[in-house]
């Protein structure tokens, strides 16, 4: 129980530390193309309806895959089969990985 407590409390930190980091980059890289379409004397670029709803569907997509792969982590840990500490990551990786996949597939469609 300790090695997946200890293991949960990191990954969650470094979870939102990047989920911000992208929002702050991204938020950043959109303002500043707004000012240089400004600066050229260009329309700026409408705000897309629906947007929301694609990066929400998005983000609900990611916690199913995360969660998928914590209970994942936890069953094998229960059962005793334990390879490493880095088959938890792996695990938990893989299935975050294929839930950005398959919600990428969904917000085309």
Do not use: Q
């Amino acid at each position: 129980m300790d090695i997946i407590i200890m293991f949960v409390m990191p990954v969650t930190i470094v979870l939102i530390i990047c989920f911000f980091l992208t929002w702050l980059f991204l938020h950043k890289a959109r303002h500043r193309e707004k000012l240089l379409r400004l600066e050229k004397g260009l329309e700026p670029i409408p705000a897309t309806t629906g947007s929301g709803r694609n990066a929400l569907l998005t983000l609900g997509i990611l916690v199913i895959g995360v969660s998928v792969g914590m209970a994942l982590v936890t069953a094998i840990n229960r059962m005793g089969y334990f390879a490493g500490d880095g088959i938890f990551v792996g695990i938990v990786g893989g299935c975050s990985g294929i839930a950005l996949i398959i919600a990428s597939k969904l917000n085309k469609a």
